[in-house]
């Protein structure tokens, strides 16, 4: 395992990607697998959550990062939502690929807001791109919304009532209003009884700094107010060009009906759908969704 940083240029600065890369890169060996770059979701999350896809390094080399604003990356507190862009995370990636001599040969994996990241970037046609995984994503965040409030409303009555209490009073850093989204993330983003601390840990980070998350996304998965709000890709799926997987839980938020819209859009695409699990199927079914993936990189190295 190797951590460094890339520098990232900005205009009159320069940031700071961290990385890590589990696997050995071989960027120069046309035999060896093609690396595969984790985009972690958020926005304002860690890579920690997706230390489970290590176990895909057998042979293959697996590049973790932290978004900048995020983790170990240069943080900007002080910047606003005209900063925090779906472009500027996008032009970080080529940044990061491009610094790791990879440009020429790669996979993505992106995971929830990763994966809107990931369809950004394979809309740019980078030329290297082998295959794209869009890990418990959506091709609409509007609809990304609707989906999750939906769900919000199978929550038992007073769950939902604390929540709309303090949303309406614009206290949604109140303890009580934590608990409550606790209860709709253990039904809809790990139903593992226990978390486990790589889950924690990015949960964590985003309590550090919460610029990103609260500035793109709002204060919950399901009160999105922030700048992000109305992405969408629906009308532009159709320029993926790369093969994809689509990976999900049968108890996601990121709904199986999420999942029909990307489906239907991009030309060359699977799915797969884990019913065991919710958001995080890498590490609910961690055995089965590595064999799933893995098998899937391997088909298009």
């Known amino acids: 395992m190797h951590e460094a940083t890339a520098p990232f240029p900005l205009d009159g600065d320069t940031a700071e990607t961290w990385y890590r890369i589990d696997g050995d890169l071989r960027p120069d060996d046309p035999d060896a697998p093609a690396p595969l770059v984790v985009l972690h979701g958020g926005p304002g999350a860690t890579h920690h959550y997706l230390l489970a896809l290590t176990d895909l390094a057998d042979g293959r080399a697996v590049v973790f990062y932290d978004q900048i604003g995020n983790g170990r990356s240069t943080h900007y507190p002080q910047r606003g939502a005209d900063f925090w862009t779906v472009d500027l995370f996008v032009r970080e990636l080529h940044n990061l690929v491009g610094a790791l001599g990879i440009a020429g040969r790669h996979h993505v994996l992106g995971s929830s807001w990763g994966g809107f990241l990931g369809q950004e970037y394979a809309l740019t046609d980078p030329p290297g791109l082998r295959s794209l995984v869009l890990a418990d994503t959506a091709a609409s965040f509007p609809d990304f919304v609707a989906e999750a409030n939906g769900l919000r409303g199978e929550l038992p009555a007073e769950v939902e009532a604390t929540l709309r209490r303090h949303e309406e009073a614009g206290t949604t850093d109140d303890p009580e209003y934590e608990e409550a989204c606790m209860v709709f993330y253990k039904r809809h983003l790990c139903r593992l009884e226990t978390w486990p601390d790589e889950l924690v840990e990015s949960f964590q980070w985003i309590a550090r700094d919460p610029t990103v998350y609260h500035t793109m996304n709002g204060p919950s998965e399901f009160h999105v107010i922030g700048s992000i709000k109305e992405w969408q890709s629906k009308d532009r799926l159709g320029g993926i060009e790369v093969p994809t997987l689509l990976t999900s ?30 958001h995080t199927p890498f590490i609910e079914e961690r055995e089965r969704y590595m064999q799933v993936v893995g098998d899937w990189l391997a088909k298009h190295d």
């Open 249 to 278: 839980g049968r108890y996601d938020e990121a709904t199986p009906a999420l999942q029909e819209t990307l489906r239907a859009g991009i030309p060359d695409c699977e799915w797969v759908l884990f019913e065991e699990s919710s």
